[in-house]
């Protein structure tokens, strides 16, 4: 970027300043490439990356979906949910049919 400045002897002088957004873009774009260089996201340091181990489980572990146990397990949960259906079915007092006016009665 250019602009005039003026002398100690009263002329004009044109003087060349960096702009300030290209210092700024300059030093990110440095810290990107390091960042990425560590971690490994460079084609060239790509070779150099291991996948890590995967996650060992904690604790029991449910049988598989289509095994015998986890069958059993599911079975068990359905009869739950039917029997706590039931026993809603039951708290709820029948309408009293006796008491809904017919055509007639109108």
Do not use: C, F, W
Not at 47 to 55: L, Y
Not at 67 to 78: D, F, N, T, V
Request: overall charge negative; cysteine-free.
């Amino acid at each position: 970027m250019e602009y005039e400045r003026l002398g100690a002897d009263g002329r004009a002088h044109k003087v060349e300043k960096p702009n300030n957004s290209l210092k700024i873009a300059e030093v990110a774009e440095r810290a990107m490439v390091s960042m990425l260089t560590r971690l490994g996201m460079t084609p060239k340091d790509r070779e150099g990356v291991r996948p890590t181990s995967p996650a060992k489980p904690k604790g029991p572990q449910p049988p598989a979906p289509d095994s015998a146990a986890g069958l059993a397990l599911e079975a068990a949960r359905l009869r739950k949910a039917m029997a706590d259906e039931q026993e809603e079915a039951a708290a709820e007092p029948e309408p009293d049919l006796d008491a809904i006016p017919l055509g007639d009665d109108l």
